[in-house]
T-cell receptor, first 115, second 118 residues
Framework: AQKITQTQPGMFVQEKEAVTLDCTYD???????LFWYKQPSSGEMIFLIYQGSYDQQNATEGRYSLNFQKARKSANLVISASQLGDSAMYFCAMREGFNDYKLSFGAGTTVTVRA | GAVVSQHPSRVICKSGTSVKIECRSL??????MFWYRQFPKQSLMLMAT?????????EQGVEKDKFLINHASLTLSTLTVTSAHPEDSSFYIC??????????????FGPGTRLTVT
């Protein structure tokens, strides 16, 4: 079974608008961490935001916020006020437990911001 | 933040030759490094996990004799693609952990190496 599911292969968003990228996860471990990464065409993986399973509040980092719904096992990324430079592939990833750093990645969502 | 470098960024080699990719943690000691492979418009596929001073742990389906990983020091891991063939052409990304953030256990990614085998 897929541990991380991203159901949106590609999305278009108008500049200055908000966009929500979906991510659902599957784990039986009560301790886990959820990450979002941005990968522009250059290929580098850029860390955006982190949510721990025990965190009480939704994580926010500037224009990025994570809508964490634990009961639904979803961790959607919201990008507010989209910019042309936000055009990239976005990956949701999960680390299970605290014994190792291994990540499970979703298939990714390509975001294209239109002027 | 923690910085990870990879060298080379791009490499073209002939079929049958071997190519080595280096991954370095520049400002921290990396106790664990990961090697990923990524095909165009696809997700990252974990190939192996390497811990300093011990043998790498390969994921199912990854040929350990084909993809040799050496994590000889706390700042350097190498991936050698032996007897490369065109189907080995891909984007290879390393990541490293070991810095002090025990809250997130974040992996720090290198910029990637694009391998083309002709």
């Amino acid at each position: 079974a897929q541990k991380i599911t991203q159901t949106q292969p590609g999305m278009f968003v108008q500049e200055k608008e908000a966009v929500t990228l979906d991510c659902t996860y599957d784990t039986s471990d009560p301790s886990y961490g959820l990450f979002w990464y941005k990968q522009p065409s250059s290929g580098e993986m850029i860390f955006l935001i982190y949510q721990g399973s025990y965190d009480q509040q939704n994580a926010t980092e500037g224009r990025y916020s994570l809508n964490f719904q634990k009961a639904r096992k979803s961790a959607n990324l919201v990008i507010s006020a989209s910019q042309l430079g936000d055009s990239a592939m976005y990956f949701c990833a999960m680390r299970e437990g605290f014994n190792d750093y291994k990540l499970s990645f979703g298939a990714g969502t390509t975001v294209t911001v239109r002027a | 933040g923690a910085v990870v470098s990879q060298h080379p960024s791009r490499v073209i080699c002939k079929s049958g030759t071997s190519v080595k990719i280096e991954c370095r943690s520049l400002d921290f000691q990396a106790t664990t490094m990961f090697w990923y492979r990524q095909f165009p418009k696809q997700s990252l596929m974990l190939m192996a996990t390497s811990n300093e001073g011990s043998k790498a742990t390969y994921e199912q389906g990854v040929e350990k004799d084909k993809f040799l990983i050496n994590h000889a020091s706390l700042t350097l891991s190498t991936l050698t693609v032996t007897s490369a063939h065109p189907e080995d052409s891909s984007f290879y990304i390393c990541s490293a952990t070991g810095t002090g953030d025990r809250r997130t256990y974040e992996q720090y990614f290198g910029p990637g190496t694009r391998l083309t085998v002709t």
